[in-house]
């Protein structure tokens, strides 16, 4: 077998043991041609460059949606059989992803473990960290291999893109209607329903969205 010197980890092959170094070093040798980010492993960096290129190669065979990882569609997955395999000790709220269930947890206790350096602000979790970070550095990592444009969210560049492909993946039940965004679909629902949940706190009107009612409360300014 093959041991790591540092932390005594051992491999049984010395490949892996190479790859399992570079935590150590910090050694990130495969780059990205297009943005520069590095990575430690070589699969790392393919799954990276399937921002660039948009392409999707994991679909779910019950309504078609494609991931970048497979992974992630085993966690669409979930959303279809309703498995939520990840339960909370405190409430017995249960959640399809582990991740979901750690920061739920943090619920029960308060805890913020995630500050920003820059202003104080303080996040559950670290890729909340990250993405207001963001709005400091003016970062826009992935962008639109169509037209160019970037976004500081990978979500906000999977909206954009069905502009171009004119998918639109969430449909309504009750007419049938689809749209491309899951709050459009949402907010669509509300008409059938009557619901109209955001109200002005200067008059009695009642909108169906909190855009409508922003343009509305502009004629109180």
């Not at 093959?2 to 051992?10: D, L, M, P, R």
């Not at 444009?149 to 998918?167: C, I, P, Y």
Request: some cysteine; aromatic content about 8%; glycine content about 8%.
């Amino acid at each position: 077998s093959f041991s790591c010197t540092q932390c005594g980890v051992s491999f049984t092959q010395s490949t892996s043991l190479i790859s399992h170094q570079r935590i150590h070093t910090g050694e990130k040798p495969y780059s990205c041609g297009q943005c520069g980010k590095s990575f430690l492993k070589s699969r790392d960096l393919t799954v990276h460059q399937r921002i660039h290129t948009g392409e999707k190669p994991y679909s779910c065979t019950q309504c078609g949606k494609s991931f970048v990882q497979s992974g992630q569609l085993k966690l669409h997955q979930r959303t279809h059989t309703g498995e939520k395999p990840y339960s909370c000790g405190q409430c017995e709220k249960s959640f399809g992803q582990s991740g979901h269930l750690t920061v739920h947890q943090r619920t029960h206790i308060g805890e913020k473990s995630y500050s920003c350096t820059q202003c104080g602000k303080s996040f559950v979790q670290s890729c909340q960290l990250k993405l207001h970070q963001r709005t400091h550095t003016g970062e826009k990592p992935y962008s639109c291999c169509q037209c160019g444009k970037s976004f500081a969210e990978s979500g906000n560049l999977t909206r954009h893109q069905q502009v171009h492909t004119g998918e639109k993946p969430f449909h309504c039940s009750d007419c049938g209607k689809r749209f491309s965004t899951s709050q459009n679909l949402k907010m669509h629902q509300k008409t059938h329903t009557g619901e109209k949940a955001y109200s002005c706190d200067q008059c009695v009107k009642r909108y169906f969205d909190k855009r409508s009612l922003i343009k509305h409360q502009k004629i109180h300014e």
